[in-house]
Each structure stands twice: as structure tokens, then as C-alpha cells.
């Protein structure tokens, strides 16, 4: 004979459910992540919708800010370009390990937008990064970044990424990594654009496709428990 459930015991299970099939109460690992490397960070906080990570001090290898009106065209042109580097066209003509995710920090307008695209430097590389050539330079985060992730699936385009970054933005509206977010970006410097899509997939992969929208902020002038 079936034990009824208690009506706090269905709403338990029903937010298993719902958190099962939509994936929105932690961000799952990309599947790219178990074939090549990814850079390595830590959960500070996780909520339905979004988790706070932070990484430590890591080397990209970025692309000159590519002016365009299309996110997806922006970042064709400096995936190509940093995948030339990968392949060796660098000053130490060193070939070098793909890695994920690629990401594009995305500043401007509309009217007006810049996006700069970089590749995550394998962990064996990171110390001493091959030179780029002209139209590329090593960018190095600082000892401890934060970061505010949402996850997503499908492919990348110019209407979802912006529709994620504000579902991103109202999810930590009024907490306290909302205002630690708007002071770093009032700092300017790495934090100042308006927000960073992370791709971990190829683009002929059309499986299990993971994307994430990023909020880099700096946490280094908060006192007390960040958690």
C-alpha cells in the first residue's frame, strides 16, 4: 500500500522536479568540460537561476576589440583568429591544446557594440603563454575574480544572449552581489563591460549545448561573510 505524502513532502518533490527539468537550480558542468580542459573555480553561493563562482588568477589569450553590430559574427571572427593561435601561429610557432569555454565580453550599444574574444590559456601554458601576434595580447585576471553565471542551452544568438544577461540581472537584484557588480563596473578596468557569453561547445555540436552569461565583479572591499 502507496504512504501518502505530506503536502510538505509533494512540494519537496515537486521542486526536485522542477529543478531536474530545468536545470536553473545549479549550473551543471558542461559535458565539454569531461573531454578537454576548463578553467578550475569554486561555488561561493548557489540559488535557483544562478550561482556565484571564483576564480583564481588565470591567463586568457584575447583578441583587440572587434567592432560589430552581431554577437555571433563578432565571435566567428575572433574564434578564427584565436584558433590560428592555437595552431601555432604565435611567436614561439607553439601549438597548443584547445580548451573551453570561449568567451566574449560584449560593451557598448546597439547602436555601437565592441566584443573582445578569448581563449582560456591550458593550465601548463598559463605561467608563460606563447606571444600573440599583432591583433591579440595575453590578458590575465587578477589573484581573485568573482563571477555571477547563468546557464543556457541551444545556440548563441543575437537576441537570447541579451534576454539571459537581463534574466541574469533580475535574479540578483537587491542581493548583495547585485551591488558588488554595479561598484566594479563603475571601476572600470577588467570589469567594465556590460556582460561575458561563455561557449563551451563547437559549433558543430548540437548535443547538449551549454552557454553562460557572465557578471565579473570584484569582491576584495567587502567585510564580513560573503556567502
Not at 509533494?10 to 576548463?38: D, G, H, T
Request: a positive charge; hydrophobic letters at 40%; proline letters at 5%.
Amino acid at each position: 500500500m502507496a504512504v501518502p505524502l505530506t503536502a510538505s513532502k509533494k512540494l519537496c518533490f515537486f521542486l526536485l522536479v522542477f529543478c531536474f527539468l530545468s536545470l536553473s537550480c545549479l549550473a551543471r558542468l558542461p559535458p565539454a568540460c569531461k573531454r578537454i580542459e576548463c578553467p578550475a573555480y569554486d561555488v561561493v553561493h548557489a540559488t535557483n537561476g544562478y550561482e556565484i563562482r571564483r576564480y583564481n588568477s588565470t591567463a586568457w589569450v584575447s583578441t583587440s576589440p572587434i567592432q560589430h553590430l552581431s554577437i555571433v559574427q563578432a565571435a566567428r571572427t575572433g574564434f578564427f583568429r584565436l584558433y590560428d593561435y592555437i595552431q601555432g601561429k604565435n611567436n614561439y610557432k607553439q601549438k597548443i591544446e584547445m580548451t573551453a569555454p570561449v568567451i566574449t565580453q560584449v560593451s557598448g550599444s546597439d547602436k555601437s557594440s565592441s566584443f573582445v574574444v578569448s581563449f582560456f590559456v591550458p593550465k601548463k601554458n598559463q605561467a608563460k603563454p606563447p606571444p600573440p601576434l599583432k591583433g591579440m595580447h595575453v590578458q590575465r585576471w587578477k589573484k581573485t575574480v568573482y563571477v555571477a553565471v547563468r546557464q543556457f542551452g541551444g545556440f548563441v544568438n543575437d537576441t537570447n544572449v541579451g534576454e539571459e544577461a537581463a534574466a541574469l540581472k533580475n535574479s540578483i537584484a537587491g542581493t548583495q552581489w547585485s551591488s558588488a557588480i554595479d561598484k566594479s563596473h563603475k571601476k572600470g578596468g577588467g570589469y567594465a563591460s556590460a556582460y561575458t557569453v561563455a561557449q563551451y561547445n563547437a559549433p558543430f555540436e548540437y548535443a547538449d549545448r551549454v552557454n553562460e552569461i557572465w557578471f565579473l565583479f570584484d569582491m576584495q572591499n567587502r567585510k564580513g561573510n560573503m556567502m
